[in-house]
């Protein structure tokens, strides 16, 4: 596909719930312009953190500055650093003013490899992308995309459609990282995963 032409996902895609958003965000593609170049791959792993409620969400503790972008339109950025080290990718969905997001944690490089290479020196390539920490340093993400329309190019960051991932080659589970965070939400089935498999890596 050329740089000029490519499809984004629309602001329809992520504007339904958050949960079936974060399972048919697998198979599509993660982009990011830099330097003139496309860097990016196919999403394996994806999140959903959805309203208020949701006690592992960030926007249980309501509108914030942080959280403010989780408030806005669907396919939007929601970028912010966490444990003093990693930026974060997230995609805003839902309706505009109800806070829900999926996180990215995982991709397959497959475009600007040579590139991801350099910025994840001296890892070897099976975990150059398979956190989410990971894959922001690997394509160069960081705060100053928070807030990015995802579905428009001028951003230098965006999402195309893939090939669609059959539920027999899908994991469901409990999010991760969540520490002290109480039940039901602590076990909530929100992270889908790519097997490992012909149509996963390892």
Known sequence: MNLTDPITLSPAFYARDVVQVARALLGTRLVRRLDGARIGGTIIEAEAYRGEEDLACHARAGRTPRTAIMYGLPGCAYVYFTYGNHWMLNAVCMAEGFPAAVLIRAIRPEEGVDVIAARRAPMPQRIWTDGPGKLTKALAIDGALNGVDLTDLAGGLWIEPGEPVPDALV?????????????PWLSMPWRFRLVAGKNADD
Not at 173 to 182: K, N, S
Request: aromatic share 0%.
């Open 171 to 183: 994991l469901a589970g409990p999010r991760v990282g969540l520490g002290a965070t109480p039940e």
